[in-house]
Each structure stands twice: as structure tokens, then as C-alpha cells.
């Protein structure tokens, strides 16, 4: 029987990250480049974007972005097209945009809301059906990027979790749908994760930071490799029979509830209080 492990090449795939100029899905792109795939990606900055496409030729292999807002289908839409056409079928799409600010849901206005949710689900699902026509079929990997906010209620997060929570059903959804054309849907919930804009947000401060990582069992921040990590792994032939999953990639801190997590947002934001 072939090896499955030593099958899990990603030498010559195309693989499109939107949202990865930076962060856990720059990190999830570096680890596919690093494999010798193809990566293209999207966001918003241009700058960014070129930034990004530079760092990830440094492993050697093809790369090209285009700036593009996921909220906006036709951006979405052309960025596939051309990354489809310069490297070929897209074998692994990856939606990671998020927003994110600490705020309790009376202090959002109806657009606050409705601008996250825009960007992290709205923009998924633009990703996603954009992609479909570009998938390699059967065979391709789609994978969002979600959040604890999917499984548990976190004060100042009524959008976030609203989001994430959607994305999630979403994935399954689109797993039931494209499942009989050989299209895999899964969900990534990382925990928090070191060196990233979403803790410099969420726990600014080193007793915002002490609370988030005493809420996880493995006693520390992830890293974006180990996100990284895991998208290889869903997107390999291991994972062949994986659909439709929410996989936790988080040293634990999901499985006791909101938590310390919370509480470490709740510092967050008498800290952004004080501040103003
Ligand atoms: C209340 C706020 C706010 C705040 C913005 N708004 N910040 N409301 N409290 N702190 C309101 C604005 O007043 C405005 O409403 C509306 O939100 C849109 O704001 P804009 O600045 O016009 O939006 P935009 O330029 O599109 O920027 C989107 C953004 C921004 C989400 C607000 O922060 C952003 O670009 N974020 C991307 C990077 C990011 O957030 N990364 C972290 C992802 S981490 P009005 O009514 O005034 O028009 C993550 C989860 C981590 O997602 C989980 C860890 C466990
Ligand atoms: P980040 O660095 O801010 O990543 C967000 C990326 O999305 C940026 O590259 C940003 O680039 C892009 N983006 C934002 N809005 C966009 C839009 N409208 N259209 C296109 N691209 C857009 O934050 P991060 O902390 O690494 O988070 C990355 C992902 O992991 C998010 O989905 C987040 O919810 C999830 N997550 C993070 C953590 C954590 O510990 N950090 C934990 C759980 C889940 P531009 O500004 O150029 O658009």
C-alpha cells in the first residue's frame, strides 16, 4: 500500500491564501511555499501584498498577490482568475480575512457589526464561490480560517463570534454541496496565536496576555507554523476522508469555554478605554 505520509507532496500545487499578506495565513502560505507549492494571495494593501509575495519567494518558489477586498465579489472573482491562470487549478483555497475590535455590542453601530461580518463571512463565502470554478475537481482542499468565537460567547466579540459561527456552518454546508465533486470544505479554529494582530488586539497587555495563556491546557501561545501545520495536513492525502470539520488547533483552550479568554478580552477593553 502506498505511504500516505510520504505522498503528501505539495511540489507544483497551486495553492490561494485570501488575507494572506500577513499573520497566521502569511504563515500557513509560507509553510505550502516551503513544500515548493505555488501561492498566490490576496488583501486589501497593496504594500502589504507585495510584501507578502516577496517573503515567499524567499523559499524558493512562485508567488504573486493582488490587492483585492473579499467584501467585494469582483475583486475576489478576478484575483482567482488570474492566479488560476498563471499557476493553473487551484488545488488548497484558504479564506482567512478577519476584522476584529474589542467592543461591547452597545457601543457598535449597526455598520461596525455588520463590517465584520462582512469581511470574515460574506467575504468566505465570496471566496469560496468565486473559487469554485477554478477548483482542481476532484481533489481540491478549501479550508476557512475560524476562531473560538464559533464555539463559545465572548463579551465584546457579538460580531466576531456572529461571524466565526457562521463561517463554520457555511463550511459544512458547502462540504455537503460540493462533496460529489471530490471538493473537501474544512475549518481551522486556532487558538491564540503568537506574533499576531489578533492577540495584539485581544490581549494587549502582559496581564491580558497571562489570562489568555493560563486559559490554554499546553500553557503557551501557539505559532503560525503550527496553523500552518495543520492546512498541510488537511489539505494532504491523510486527510482524504475529512470533510466538514472544525478542527481545533489550539493547545486546548476551547474545551473549558469562553474562560480566561474572556476574561483576557475584558481586560482588552478597559484598556482600549483608558486609552481614549
Ligand atoms: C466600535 C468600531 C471600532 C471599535 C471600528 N469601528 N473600530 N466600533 N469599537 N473599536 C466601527 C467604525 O466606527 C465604523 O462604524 C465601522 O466599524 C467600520 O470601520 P472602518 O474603520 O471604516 O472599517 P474598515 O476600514 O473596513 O476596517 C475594518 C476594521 C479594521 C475591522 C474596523 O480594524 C481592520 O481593517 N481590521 C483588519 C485587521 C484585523 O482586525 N486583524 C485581526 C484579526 S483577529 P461607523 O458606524 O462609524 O461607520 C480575529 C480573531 C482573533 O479576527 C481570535 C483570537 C482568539
Ligand atoms: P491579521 O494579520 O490582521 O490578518 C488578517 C489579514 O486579512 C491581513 O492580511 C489583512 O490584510 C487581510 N484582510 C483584512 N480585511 C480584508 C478584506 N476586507 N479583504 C481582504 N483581505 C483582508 O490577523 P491574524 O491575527 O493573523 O488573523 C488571521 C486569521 O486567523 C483571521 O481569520 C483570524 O480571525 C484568525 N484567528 C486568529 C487568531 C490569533 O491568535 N491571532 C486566533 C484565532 C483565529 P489587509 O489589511 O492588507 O487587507
Known sequence: MKDLLSSADFAGKCVFVAGGSSGINLGIAERFAEQGAKVALCSRSPDRVAAAVETLKGHGGEAMGMAADVRHYDEVAAALKA?????????????????????PALGMSANAFKTVVDIDLLGTFNVFRAGYGHLSRPGASLIAISAPQALHAY???????????????????????????????????????????????LAPTPEARQRAIDGVPLRRYGTKSEIGDAALFLSSPMAAYITGAQLPVDGGATLSGAGRMGEAMELAFKEAKAAR
Open 155 to 201: 463579551a465584546f466579540q457579538a460580531h466576531v463570534c456572529a461571524a466565526k459561527a457562521g463561517i463554520d456552518m457555511l463550511v459544512r454546508t458547502l462540504a455537503v454541496e460540493w462533496g460529489p465533486d471530490g471538493i473537501r470544505v474544512n475549518s481551522i479554529i486556532p487558538g491564540p496565536i503568537e506574533d499576531t494582530e489578533g492577540m495584539a488586539r
Open 83 to 103: 492566479a488560476a491562470e498563471a499557476f493553473g487549478p487551484i488545488d488548497v483555497l484558504i479564506s482567512g480575512a478577519a476584522g476584529n475590535f474589542v467592543a
